[in-house]
């Protein structure tokens, strides 16, 4: 059985483990979260068919924000591109085709990022649309799963 001196002891080094554990665990959370601006909420709100009190009762301003949906929906169709990793493709091969079509800074950080995960030997052959707008982390887990087909 714990005495008092143990006991005192063993509930400091859990209480010092909780705090530290806490305190990475916010550090590393903050620094993968997306910034949520009120554009990119009322964005969003949008895509899901959201619309705003004034909308609903000025037709004008939906015909306008219509136009503007669009509008941003052409631009986001141009800004897919494919990408095709092929059997015998190493990581360092598909950060070569994201860098050369722009959808990431450097090769380095993605390899980085991908080496982080233990991923590198884990991607699945096949044709991928990446928007320029998806994250590093979003591609990887694309090519993680891989193009199954769906159940339908």
Do not use: C, H, W
Not at 32 to 43: G, H, L, V
Not at 90 to 117: C, G, H, P, Q, W
Request: hydrophobic share 40%; proline share 2%; charged share 25%.
């Amino acid at each position: 059985m714990l005495d008092k001196k143990n006991l005192r002891i063993l509930l400091l080094g859990v209480g010092i483990g909780l705090i530290l554990s806490s305190s990475l665990n916010l550090f590393f959370q903050s620094s993968n979260q997306k910034k949520i601006t009120p554009e990119y909420i009322r964005a969003e709100a949008r895509r899901l068919g959201m619309i705003e009190p004034k909308e609903y009762f000025d037709k004008s301003v939906t015909d306008q924000n219509q136009t503007a949906d669009n509008q941003q929906l052409e631009i986001e169709e141009e800004a897919v591109v494919v990408i095709v990793i092929r059997k015998g493709n190493t990581s360092e091969d598909v950060a070569k085709l994201l860098k050369e079509n722009n959808l990431v800074e450097s090769e380095n950080m993605f390899l980085n990022r991908i080496y982080a995960r233990k991923a590198a030997s884990k991607l699945q052959t096949g044709s991928y649309a990446f928007n320029k707008n998806m994250t590093v982390d979003e591609m990887i887990d694309a090519m993680l799963i891989g193009n199954k087909p769906s159940g339908n």
